[in-house]
């Protein structure tokens, strides 16, 4: 491509010259804020009555998990629904707004939307993108046509295959489909395959985990079914529950009121700020006036009571 | 991470496509892998797309970039032959794939291979290639396997041939591209244009013809290790 001098006026479309500005700003070092990204394995499947689609739930935003169940599995239309990997808010962002796209499309047409049309609307927004927009998604649904199952990359291209895997953990879920995979399964064997193929994301692949997301469409409906499988349960809970270190209520007063008055009072008010007490005692028989300042436990007097440490002889704790 | 790098790769069909005319139509063949990056994200495509009744095109170079450019000619040429009356020639159908390519040709990354049948000139192939070069050829190859089968072709192809030793030769030359190329492998699929219609035809890997040190597909762990080793290079 030769650089041309004169200044050539723009034509329409998405200008990429901040692109690309960002790419040479990589190259020399300076990375852009990382964002929170779905690592993911996400799959689907044709079986006889439909398609089945399988998610894993872990969000991440570079190293660290940001999200231990997020929803990867979004809606598109009643008999329609789409798996998202890649940058979070990218396939969010491009679903809903297909998923409008698509309603005002039953609206104008009065009929049930079909699967390629939500594929023709996914794929020329992201190849106008040129592949910033970074979505991979896995679309299926069922319309009159009978089930359809679709892989669509970031670049804008498409495959319909009877399975597929995307994301990080896409080698491993696709190990497990390419060996048990067979036509005409059964809903349960096909929620069993795809349990399995998740699953083998999950411990694979460091980018996805936590539980298993599940949707099974069919002509009669759908049936998601969130957190199908929680192979990652919090095994560190203490059964007791956890407590706090108390500070009121623990005998202050009480304490103060004894040493002064020589009494014992079962029931307090609670000490409001602080409270004075006063004693003489005697030691190496010279007279020692004693001020004791008794303080409010409660963290709403923490203010008035840290100052009355500055100066003090004697804490007790 | 280099795994993760090779997943976010575009995808692109590292292929071979191949078009030939024979006495009567065209033959055109393909392999059937998607790869991105090391990774084959799609073992069974297709790669031979209807254009028209009587035209197909076969893509090769980015997936998306193909897959866009013969969209938007198949709606081309539907509009075409509404206006036109009767079925659109092969040469229009190029034609229209050229322009695309050519006033693209600093964003598109395809190679496209054109071939039908019309009344008016029977069987004909064009190859439009990186650049929009239109070129009408009797025979045309493209994708990275083609690399391959350049001396292949100047041997075996003969003008005349009937349409079984078309289907044949491009059987062969895809199969011969899978064998040394990394990003060509899968089935061969071919679509015979010609006056009756259009016929598809599917090769299954396993099934074609094993060449020079193809092993036979072993099943049993004992074959294997008790195969010979294969002999030490000379160099």
């Known amino acids: ?317 | 991470m280099d795994l993760n790098m090779h997943l976010n790769a575009p995808h692109s069909m590292g292929t071979t496509i191949i078009g030939v005319t024979y006495n009567g139509g065209v033959v055109l063949g393909a392999d059937s892998r998607t790869s991105t990056g090391m990774y084959v994200a799609n073992r069974a495509s297709d790669k031979i797309t209807q254009l028209t009744d009587n035209v197909y095109v076969c893509r090769s170079g980015s997936a998306a970039d193909s897959q866009v450019v013969s969209d938007y000619v198949r709606y081309f040429l539907h509009q075409h032959t509404i206006q036109l009356g009767q079925p659109a020639t092969v040469k229009v159908a190029a034609y229209l794939v050229r322009l695309l390519s050519y006033n693209n040709k600093n964003i598109l990354e395809t190679g496209l291979i054109v071939g039908g049948w019309d009344k008016y000139e029977g069987g004909k192939i064009y190859g439009i290639p990186l650049g929009g070069t239109l070129i009408e050829q009797p025979f045309a190859i493209g994708g990275s396997g083609s690399s391959y089968l350049y001396g292949f072709f100047d041997q075996a192809w003969k003008e005349g041939m009937t349409k079984d030793e078309a289907e044949q030769l491009v059987v062969k030359a895809v199969s011969l591209a899978i064998a040394r190329d990394g990003a060509s492998g899968g089935v061969v699929c071919t679509v015979v244009i010609n006056l009756e219609g259009v016929t598809r035809n599917f090769y299954p890997g396993d099934k074609l013809q094993l060449w020079h040190e193809e092993l036979e597909p072993q099943n049993s762990l004992l074959d294997i290790l008790n195969s010979p080793s294969p002999e030490p290079m000379n160099i």
Not at chain 1, 98 to 120: D, I, K, M
Not at chain 1, 230 to 243: D, H, I, L, M, V
């Open chain 1, 1 to 317: 491509m030769s650089n041309s001098v004169i200044e050539v006026p723009p034509k329409g479309g998405f200008s990429f010259d901040l692109c690309k500005r960002n790419e040479m700003l990589a190259k020399k070092g300076l990375n852009p804020p990382s964002f929170r990204k779905t690592g993911t394995t996400i799959v689907g499947l044709i079986f006889q009555d439909g398609v089945i689609l399988g998610a894993d739930t872990r969000a991440t935003e570079g190293p660290i998990v940001c999200d231990k169940n997020c929803e990867k599995i979004h809606y598109m239309a009643p008999n329609i629904y789409c798996c998202g990997a890649g940058t979070a808010a990218d396939t969010e962002a491009v679903t809903d707004m297909v998923s409008s796209q698509l309603q005002l499309h039953r609206y104008h047409t009065g009929r049930e939307s079909r699967v390629v049309t939500a594929l023709t609307l996914l794929k020329k927004h992201l190849f106008n993108y040129q592949g910033y927009v970074s979505a991979a998604l896995v679309l299926g649904g069922v319309d009159v046509t009978g089930p359809h199952l679709h892989t669509i990359y970031p670049h804008g291209s498409t495959d319909t295959l009877p399975f597929a895997t995307m994301g990080s953990g896409s080698l491993a879920a696709m190990a497990v489909f390419e060996s048990k995979y067979k036509e005409g399964l059964t809903r349960n064997e096909g929620i069993e395959l795809v349990t399995e193929a998740i699953c083998s994301g999950i411990f694979n692949d460091l980018g996805s985990g936590s539980n298993v997301d599940v949707c099974v469409i069919t002509k009669a409906g759908k049936e998601y079914l969130r957190n199908h499988l929680q192979p990652n349960p919090r095994t560190y809970t203490s059964s007791k529950g956890y407590s706090f270190p108390k500070k009121t209520g623990v005998g202050k007063s009480c304490l103060l009121l004894q040493f002064t008055d020589k009494r014992f009072q079962p029931v307090h008010d609670l000490t409001i700020g602080v409270e004075l007490g006063a004693r003489m005692i005697s030691i190496d028989d010279k007279p020692v006036g004693l001020q004791i300042w008794d303080t409010a436990g409660q963290e709403s007097f923490r203010p008035i009571t840290r100052s009355y440490y500055r100066g003090a002889l004697l804490v007790g704790l």
